[in-house]
């Protein structure tokens, strides 16, 4: 008998694809998501519908549907054997508690990234196959977008990790992320729309919604003209040094979450 | 079999201001069948959970197989399996589905171990039901079949009977008597059910706020609790000085309520009401009792509703006695 982190997560993972709410969440997640874009392609009325229109419409609403995938994944995946009691006995088996701690941290880790790439990728795959990509934004410009949100959603997947093995609740850990993730996109508004604190906003890349919605960076769009036609184009200028800077901040963050959660799960009394 | 395999030293434990175990210490040896009885709120779980690791003592020590390290202790308890307070499930999974998922976790290599524990426990035909659909008789049982999984040296039963029709109790209790019998596999068990541990423990642990009230074997409360007259009279006073000048009785207690309880001549029943009557003193009651396992318990550890110092008194009582 050997008692591994990788029997640990074989196990985890074993469980997860067996539960009902993994493919519940994933698909609940992206009828709200394509809800959303129908509605706001209805109140765009352009019918130059594209994959990179579609990316760039996904803009606004993404940060909410992938904050969602990372919270609930983690908090269930992290809290859900707390709740039944079932991770009481893998400590009584005589499993180091790292064990126990980091096989539900990568495996809400895993579902987490695999969701969101799913729907960041998929919807607009299949649009992209139907209508093709467009010139709204250049594929490549579409990809690294993609792949610099992973940085963010770490640190959420970390941030809700920590959460859960503090609050040991999976449904109060749901209830306090949504209410943390929606305060910090109102107040970065809010301190926006005043214009007149003299805020940096680089310092948005420290709070993690702010992050995924800087990564879009899709708010500067105009015209371009090709071969006598008009279309919408992004011409945000992408900066990678910023675009690093902000993935590093996360990352550290990330970290920082990850220990700490585990140094409170160490020494803990569990239930 | 004299090996001490759990050993727990001056075992405290603290909830802010709450103190949940005082001073607990006791040792199982291997073979034994152990029972850990108390009222509610006694401290019996929280003694299994500390010996199981869930709960990080306020102070004292716990060996396990002579280990006392962190990593000795996890090593310990992976030869150990444990049933505390709620069975092993998954409830939206199947018996095996949980089955195969522990196998996984421990990282035990034979498959057909699953079908071997789900036969031993009884459960080998609930197929696709999941848990959510069991009663609690059947998740107790697939609990007992999680436990035998990793095929472990000492089983931790918290209430494993909870739930049980009286054919599954019997089952289990039969069960449990055989994996000590033929796989040597030492057993601690609690359980509100006093007359099944009489018929299982060969020792028992008596715990009452958060302390150990006594220690004793099976064979040892056999003799302490069978064959006891009790003699109420209505002169209780004159009894003790009857019984010790003039039929030369040294064993017997004295309770509050002026019960004497004799320990010794009690195949002399004439004898010993002869002497009562010729000295003027009128047996109201005179029998023999044979107390067993609830009567000695409701004894040592009392009504919850008596006064602490009734309490105290009876447990003395008991105490000097083993």
């Known amino acids: ?271 | 079999m004299n090996e001490v395999i759990i050993e727990v030293n001056s075992l405290t434990k603290k909830y802010n201001k709450a103190q949940v175990l005082k001073d607990v210490s006791f040792g199982i040896k291997k073979g034994m069948i152990c029972g850990l009885v108390g009222p509610n709120g006694a401290g019996k779980t929280t003694v299994m959970k500390a010996v199981g690791g869930l709960i990080i003592p306020t102070s004292g020590s716990i060996k396990l197989f002579g280990e006392t390290s962190e990593k000795g202790l996890a090593h310990s308890r992976s030869r150990m399996s444990f049933i505390i307070e709620t069975p092993y499930a998954k409830q939206n999974m199947t018996a095996r589905e949980n089955l195969e998922k522990l196998r996984l976790q421990k990282g035990i290599p034979d498959k057909k171990r699953i079908d071997e524990v789900l036969e031993i426990a009884g459960i080998a035909d609930t197929g696709r039901k999941k848990i959510k659909n069991f009663s609690l008789g059947m998740k107790q049982r697939l609990g007992l079949a999680a436990a035998l999984m990793s095929k472990p040296e000492v089983m931790v039963l918290d209430e494993p009977i909870n739930g049980l029709d009286p054919e599954g109790i019997v089952e289990i209790r039969e069960l449990l008597l055989k994996l000590n019998r033929e796989e040597h596999i030492t057993i601690m068990i609690s359980s509100h059910i006093l007359s099944e541990l009489s018929l299982l423990c060969t020792d028992y642990l008596f715990i009452r706020h958060g302390e150990l009230v006594q220690t004793i074997s099976a064979d040892e409360l056999k003799r302490v609790c069978n064959e006891q007259y009790r003699i109420r009279s209505n002169n209780n006073s004159l009894v003790p000085a009857i019984l010790h000048e003039k039929l030369g009785i040294e064993s017997f207690e004295v309770d509050r309520d002026g019960t004497v309880r004799v320990f010794e001549g009690l195949n002399d029943l004439e004898r010993i009401s002869r002497a009562l009557y010729e000295n003027g003193v009128v047996p109201t009651e005179l029998h023999l009792k044979e107390a067993d396992l609830e009567n000695y318990y409701m004894e040592l550890v009392g009504d919850e509703n008596d006064n602490d110092a009734d309490k105290q008194d009876k447990s003395a009582n008991v105490s000097k006695r083993s």
Not at chain 1, 18 to 42: G, K, P, Q, S
Not at chain 1, 58 to 71: C, K, R, T, V
Not at chain 1, 215 to 242: H, R, T
């Open chain 1, 1 to 271: 008998m050997t008692m591994t982190l990788t029997n640990k997560i074989k196990a985890q993972m074993y469980q997860s694809v067996r539960e009902n709410y993994t493919y519940i969440v994933f698909a609940v997640m992206t009828v709200i998501y394509l809800l959303t874009d129908l509605l706001e392609l209805a109140d765009e009325g352009s019918s130059d519908v594209s994959g990179s229109y579609m990316f760039v419409l996904s803009a606004d609403g993404m940060p909410f549907i992938l904050n969602m995938l990372a919270l609930i994944y983690t908090a269930v995946i992290c809290g859900g054997d707390m709740i039944d009691r079932t991770m009481n006995y893998e400590l009584l088996d005589g499993a180091k508690r790292s064990d126990v701690y980091f096989s539900r941290f990568l495996v809400g880790l895993f579902w987490s990234l695999v969701s969101c790439t799913l729907i960041l990728v998929l919807p607009i795959a299949a649009v992209s196959a139907a209508a093709g990509w467009g010139k709204m934004l250049t594929v490549g410009a579409a990809a690294r977008r993609t792949l610099f949100l992973l940085a963010p959603i770490i640190r959420l997947v970390s941030f809700y990790t920590l959460l859960t093995f503090l609050i040991t609740d999976y449904r109060a850990v749901i209830g306090i992320g949504f209410v943390l993730g929606q305060g910090e996109l109102i107040a970065v508004m809010l301190i926006q729309e005043s214009g007149s604190l003299g805020i940096d906003e680089k310092l948005f890349d420290f709070l993690a919604l702010p992050s995924l919605t800087r990564i879009f960076d899709v708010a500067n769009i105009g015209f371009g003209y090709e071969n006598g036609e008009d279309f919408y184009i992004v011409k945000q200028v992408m900066n990678l040094s910023d675009d690093l800077r902000c993935a590093a901040i996360n990352l550290v963050i990330a970290a920082v979450y990850v220990v700490a959660g585990y140094l409170i799960f160490r020494k803990r009394d569990v239930k």
